[in-house]
């Protein structure tokens, strides 16, 4: 793969990957962005994250959207979660910081608005607890946390009781096999979050078959930080 970069379109990636996410006057070759894109799968790892380091910017941001990379950058982002390649959990848990990273910008929200499923299959497809370990379940449970906090802030989901369902669904699928008590913490608290934010959202939440007790079985089982935050969601599911 490294014969489709000289050492320019090298340069231009390594810029990328040290872009302050505060700049506003950037310049991008898009083509050499998009090469990216067409990195072997077993040697994909240092790709995602540039993309991860440089998604940071609003401005680039801005640009991906006006150049239309956005669709195929989660095709990208989809594709690295295969599990038949090489680093396989290594390259699904940076996938998921990029879709976490989206959130930190306003253009990134802006667009989250219209991908919100994507995000969903990046942190979901595929997903395998066999191989997990801390850094990747704080990737996966922080792009679906930033997923459930922006709809509950969101004018215009009130009403998305499908998307709403899918969310609760894959919280709940990883609250089963996570381990580590801050993903755990915060699955909890993206649960809690969906259930402020109206009654019908609360009201889908209580109604996934053994949820309830998954949370009471996850509040045991964790530190003192996961049981009083399910202790403090159960509370509020049940009021």
Same mark, same amino acid.
């Given at each position: ?217 996850? %509040?045991?089982?964790? %530190? ?16």
């Amino acid at each position: 793969f490294a014969a489709k970069l000289d050492a320019d379109h090298f340069r231009e990636v390594e810029n990328l990957a040290n872009l302050d996410p505060n700049a506003t006057d950037i310049r991008c070759d898009f083509n050499v962005f998009k090469k990216l894109f067409d990195w072997p799968l077993d040697f994909i790892f240092p790709a995602i994250d540039v993309v991860r380091l440089a998604i940071r910017n609003d401005q680039f941001v801005k640009l991906l959207n006006e150049e239309g990379i956005i669709e195929p950058l989660f095709d990208f982002l989809v594709a690295t979660t295969a599990t038949n390649v090489a680093k396989s959990a290594a390259n699904h848990m940076l996938a998921c910081r990029v879709c976490a990273n989206l959130f930190l910008t306003n253009r990134g929200r802006d667009i989250v608005r219209n991908y919100s499923d994507r995000i969903i299959a990046v942190a979901m497809d595929n997903y395998s607890s066999s191989d997990s370990n801390r850094n990747r379940e704080l990737a996966h449970s922080a792009a679906l946390s930033n997923l459930a906090l922006y709809i509950s802030r969101c004018h215009g989901f009130e009403t998305d009781n499908e998307l709403i369902s899918t969310v609760v669904l894959s919280v709940a699928e990883l609250l089963c096999q996570h381990k580590e008590d801050d993903s755990l913490v915060r699955l909890l608290t993206a649960l809690g979050t969906l259930g402020s934010a109206s009654p019908v959202h609360k009201a889908l939440i209580v109604s996934q078959d053994d949820l309830l007790n998954t949370i009471r079985v996850v %509040g045991q089982s964790g %530190g003192e930080n996961v049981a009083q935050t399910a202790k403090q969601l159960l509370h509020h599911l049940q009021s």
